[in-house]
């Protein structure tokens, strides 16, 4: 126990759409949005498209993984938007919604900034807002 790691975030272990278990704590690299979604929503969809896919284009080759996690929407048509989008970061499903709770997730889409020793929970998740926060950590 004494020499166990302590982490400023909570930390989740959810399947991917192969069904692959992924950790959060296992993705962290500088800086990781943690991003929540619901793929029923066309709102969030169109989120990934025109702010999550050119975050990750900006700053992903500099150090930023993004973990999504898709609430309550079933889980085929989270698998069936995930492939559409042929999104690159890492998409996790959470059937239980226990993440959502952890997060104190009051609507979607939302994001945690984890980078360095701090995890912030982020009260703005536009394009700009986002390049500002995660340019702050990388």
Same mark, same amino acid.
């Given at each position: 126990?004494?020499?166990?790691?302590?982490?400023?975030?909570?930390?989740?272990?959810?399947?991917?759409?192969?069904?692959?278990?992924?950790?959060?704590?296992?993705?962290?690299?500088?800086?990781?949005?943690?991003? /929540?979604?619901?793929?029923?929503?066309?709102?969030?969809?169109?989120?990934?498209?025109?702010?999550?896919?050119?975050?990750?284009?900006? /700053?992903?080759? *500099?150090?930023?993984?993004?973990?999504?996690?898709?609430?309550? !929407?079933?889980?085929?048509?989270?698998? *069936?938007?995930?492939?559409?989008?042929?999104?690159?970061?890492?998409?996790?499903?959470?059937?239980?919604?226990?993440?959502?709770?952890?997060?104190?997730?009051?609507?979607?889409?939302?994001?945690?900034?984890?980078?360095?020793?701090?995890?912030? *929970?982020?009260?703005?998740?536009?394009?700009?807002?986002? *390049?500002? !926060?995660?340019?702050?950590?990388?």
């Amino acid at each position: 126990i004494n020499s166990a790691g302590e982490l400023d975030y909570i930390d989740m272990t959810l399947p991917n759409v192969n069904g692959t278990d992924v950790t959060l704590s296992s993705s962290v690299l500088k800086a990781t949005l943690v991003v /929540f979604w619901d793929c029923s929503d066309a709102l969030n969809k169109i989120y990934n498209l025109e702010v999550l896919k050119p975050l990750w284009d900006e /700053f992903h080759s *500099r150090g930023l993984q993004i973990y999504q996690v898709n609430l309550g !929407a079933p889980k085929a048509d989270w698998a *069936r938007v995930v492939d559409e989008q042929k999104m690159p970061w890492i998409n996790v499903y959470d059937m239980s919604g226990q993440s959502m709770m952890n997060y104190a997730v009051t609507e979607v889409p939302s994001a945690y900034l984890i980078g360095g020793e701090v995890t912030e *929970r982020l009260s703005k998740v536009d394009l700009q807002a986002l *390049r500002t !926060a995660v340019s702050k950590v990388l």
